[in-house]
Nanobody
């Protein structure tokens, strides 16, 4: 599976962005997908995840109520909708896929995209 994250950019605080994770490979529709982010000088942290069916989602406490995650298996894409963005959301965002149940631990994900930069100005 190859993953391609896109949709990052510069936005003012309170604004919105939509990140997309496009995948190649026939197994993607059976894989859980997660989003992680890494800010300069900080460790990679979990943001959100969705099961292969889309029936269950996980969110970091810091983004609950502001971010949503969804997927379209027919199009091999997962979308992270980010609303009410804050300067502390600034980071490189990565999508990742796993053959296992999604978790908040980045080490459990097997496939990674290249990352897309989100910058939120105050």
């Amino acid at each position: 599976v190859q993953l391609q994250a896109s949709g990052g950019g510069l936005v003012q605080a309170g604004g919105s962005l939509r990140l997309s994770c496009a995948a190649s490979g026939r197994t993607f529709s059976r894989q859980a997908v997660g989003w992680f982010r890494q800010a300069p000088g900080k460790e990679r942290e979990f943001v959100a995840a969705i099961t292969w069916s889309g029936g269950s989602t996980l969110f970091a406490d810091s983004v609950k109520g502001r971010f949503t995650i969804s997927r379209d298996n027919a199009k091999n894409t997962v979308t992270l909708q980010m609303n009410n963005l804050k300067p502390e959301d600034t980071a490189v965002y990565y999508c990742a896929a796993t053959n296992h149940l999604p978790s908040q631990v980045w080490g459990t994900f097997d496939y990674w995209g290249q990352g897309t930069l989100v910058t939120v100005s105050s």
